[in-house]
């Protein structure tokens, strides 16, 4: 469904990627994990299209998405849940929801994701008249979720969802991984919790210095020693 | 100050402040233009008011020609439009993702641009300025409640009052509105969700460019003389009090246009005739205190964001 051929991002002189080959089926749950500025973040960057790739291709469908501008790639069906969250503290819940409609590809049953999105977070529903930056982080978190939920993507990308969060509210974000599994939308996850990650996704690319090292399947998830190994190296 | 005061308030009769609120309503609709392309683009389009100068010149020409003063106002919208589209399809989308610096020259050097051809023409009948007398109707006085309100200072302010209160509508509760305020607050996030760049660039210089074209018919009834540096003093102005009432938001910059213009009114008003050369000068001296005591904009919340870069 989404693959990444050798896909390299330079940013100058610095290779962030280097030849990264990934590749998500439909339906699937893939992770990314490894440690800080080994190239997670922007190689999602890279498939929305926000930075430049230097060499490589990356394919939606068996179709090349590569040098579309970000809204193209939201519209060719893949939605981001960024780091940070990003919601738009001025803007109400609501219409923070209603901004990830600029991503769907028909407005036919948009009422009735919008909906979809409060049954699954309740609190989103309770607080869609404040404003977004009344909203604690977890609760931002999960508005970001359903955002990028109402544009009905294929594939959701999503960017350290857990980052900041209280453990009890991780918990909330991977139960709606889990429920978004159910609905059999493709996901790559990108996550510090590497444990957690590798128990919980299809299989799992380890990423270090802009490379893949490993490959994770849930199997492995007790495995430390792979993992520190992997991280250390 | 202390004998600027006592001028000011005893100018503060109902004539003067009739004429400073249809200032500041055609000040504010000009701070709007300038704040719906800030918004979206971070730029400070300073050939917004040459835009205005063509859509004068355009009344100027239907003027000459006898065309009916309607037809003459559907021109000047025409023309500001189609010069607003064509700046922002042929300057604004190449040079988009420049620095700020790169950007905010290219604008001086249209407004350059844009004076030197409105120059060329102008000069072809060996004067330089056109008369626009078909318009100049609208400048006679009515009487109301005892006081002298010119007609267009009516006009300008159910214009202003009437645009502001669609463009609320419009940036409340569309769809294209919701996008434009979340593309002004972060426009990498709004498009990786699926706002269209280019869609909402576009719109914001599109209604940029009506609010330019009414400006453009107001201003020509009032000064019903057009020259290429029509517009330019009342933009400067208007510029100086988008940055004076907080260049962030639309609603603080809007405010700041109309509270130049109101101030600019008021202290016209209580210049003795012979002094109101030294209008621009008080203006900017208000402007300056201004920003001394609120750095971040008069009306902006909380404190400037380059406080600390020194």
Redesign the interface.
Known sequence: MLELRDVSVRYGAVAAVRKVSVDVGRGEIVGLIGPNGAGKSTTLHAI?G?VPVHEGDVLLDGTSILGR???GV??SGI??V?EGR?I????TVE?NL???????RSREGASDDIESVFRLFPIVKEFRRRHAGALSGGQQQQLAIG?ALV?RPDVLLFDEPSLGLAPKIVNVVFEALAEIRSRGITVLLVEQRAQRTVAFADRTYLMANGEIRLTLTPADAADTDAMVAAYLS | MSTLLPHLVAALDAQTIADAVGLGAVYALMAVGIGLVFGVLRLVNFAYGQLIMAGAYALAFASQAGWPVWLGIILCFAVVIALSLAMERVVFRPLRTQSPAVMLVTTFAIAFLLQAAALLIDVRDDTIGEPATSVASLNQAISLLGVDVRKVTIVAVLVAAVALGLLALLLGRT?IG??M??AS??F??????????NTVIGFAVLLSGVLAAAVAVILTVQQPFVSPDFALYSTIVVLVGVVVGGIDRLWTATLGGFAIGFASGVINGALPTDKTVFLPSAVFALVIIVLLVRPAGLFARGRSSLADRV
Do not use: I, K, N
Request: hydrophobic share 50%; aromatic share 2%.
């Open positions: 929305m926000a501008a970000p809204e939201a519209r939605a981001l960024p990003r738009f503290a001025e803007l219409e209603r901004l990830g409609l600029a991503g769907r955002r544009a | 769809s919701l996008q305020r979340a607050t972060d990498r996030t709004a498009r990786l969700l699926g706002v269209r760049a």
